[in-house]
């Protein structure tokens, strides 16, 4: 935004305009919309917005690097592709190309047990660009335990690197845009392959992934101690539950309110991140993800003390529009925009921006009361 006038669209709002004009209305809906009134996926956004970053000058730190390292990976960004589901319907390649533009982006990728491709290709789409890429493998605990243990033999086999568990779902979020529109299972020519030919599973591979409040850490325990894959768990927002997770051998927490579509009375997920760190206290990786949408909010997340972040909707937005080339695209400009302002902050690099140096807009910024 200049001068009071429209804001110069981006490289995301491009790819995000684009999307909209090519996805089946339904399809849309389903990527974009929130749990209830979607008041957390928009303030995921707009808790951003209201941040300032405060630079540091003459700290001769040189052009930013922008590597970190993550559990069973040297990314050479800190922005992650976060867990979505059904990329088929966003492109025919679907997780095939995510994965390939991750890979060659040199980006983690975060990949959904809801995939409408199996674990397999996925990974060997990833390592068909870069040996080394690193894929993690997403799921929700199933009620019952041998599905779970498949599914976390499944990713181990294809070469995934760890095991991320989303916590956040005891139930599913009420989604009014999927309900008005009817949306409640994937169209014919799509399935979610990771589930074909498990105990219980049709055919098909269609099977609804179940959620289940009776789940506990019990549950986790079993996981961790049956498997040897790193977990990182994924859509926690209470310190608490951060240490609970530090004391169970967790190898990092993903800060998130699962980009709005769980508990619409979560709170943005950046203002939730400061407590959970402090809770962490540097003893594993702290990633956040939702509303993540320029080098300005990656830079605020890693000074509030992330290691990473993820960035769910901008994926589907860049391959919806453009494929494996659009996921590269917004992975680029996320690098890249991360790399510049880590520099007009003085920063040498993605452990250099320091919570000191963001601010709240407003009088507050202002007058410090
Ligand atoms: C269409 C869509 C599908 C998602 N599917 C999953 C999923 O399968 N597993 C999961 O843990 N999170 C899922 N999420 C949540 C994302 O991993 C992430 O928390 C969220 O998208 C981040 O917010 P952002 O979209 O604002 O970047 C999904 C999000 C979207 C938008
Ligand atoms: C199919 C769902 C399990 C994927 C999901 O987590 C979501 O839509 O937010």
């Not at 300005?296 to 990473?308: E, F, K, N, Q, R």
Request: charged letters at 20%.
């Amino acid at each position: 935004m200049t001068g009071g006038g429209p804001p110069v669209p981006g490289v995301l709002a491009e790819l995000r305009e684009k999307a909209a004009a090519r996805l089946d209305p339904v399809h849309w809906d389903f990527y974009e919309g929130g749990a209830g009134e979607e008041t957390a996926a928009a303030e995921n956004v707009l808790a951003f917005r209201r941040l300032a970053l405060l630079p540091r000058v003459l700290r001769g730190a040189g052009q930013a690097d922008t590597s970190v390292d993550l559990p069973g990976a040297r990314a050479r960004t800190p922005v992650v592709v976060a867990p979505t589901a059904f990329h088929g319907l966003a492109h025919p390649d679907g997780e095939r190309a995510t994965a390939r533009a991750a890979a060659a982006a040199g980006a983690v990728l975060i990949t959904s047990m809801a995939s409408t491709t199996a674990v397999a290709d996925v990974t060997a789409s990833a390592r068909s660009v870069r040996e080394d890429a690193a894929v993690w493998f997403q799921l929700y605990l199933q009620p019952e335990s041998g599905v779970t243990d498949a599914l976390a033999r499944r990713a181990a086999q294809a070469g995934c690197t760890a095991l991320v568990v989303t916590v956040d779902s005891p139930v599913f979020g009420r989604r009014r845009r999927d309900d008005r529109n009817g949306f409640h299972d994937l169209p014919p020519g799509h399935a979610t392959e990771n589930m074909r030919g498990l105990p219980g599973a049709p055919p098909g591979g269609t099977l609804d992934i179940a959620m289940s409040p009776a789940l506990s850490w019990d549950d986790l325990r079993r996981l961790r101690d049956g498997h040897d894959l790193p977990i990182l768990l994924k859509g926690v927002l209470h310190p608490d539950d951060a240490r609970l997770a530090v004391a169970e051998g967790m190898r990092g927490v993903i800060v998130s309110n699962h980009g709005g579509r769980q508990l619409d009375a979560a709170p943005a997920a950046v203002e939730a991140l400061p407590r959970v760190a402090d809770a962490v206290a540097g003893r594993i990786p702290v990633l956040l993800d939702g509303g993540v949408r320029t080098g300005s909010d990656v830079v605020t997340a890693l000074a509030l003390g992330a290691t990473a972040v993820g960035v769910g909707r901008p994926v589907l937005w860049g391959l919806a529009a453009e494929g494996e080339d659009g996921v590269a695209r917004v992975l680029a400009e996320l690098r890249d925009d991360t790399a510049h302002v880590l520099t007009l902050c003085g920063a040498r690099d993605c452990s250099g921006p320091t919570r000191d140096q963001v601010v709240a807009r407003g009088p507050r910024a202002v007058t410090g009361c």
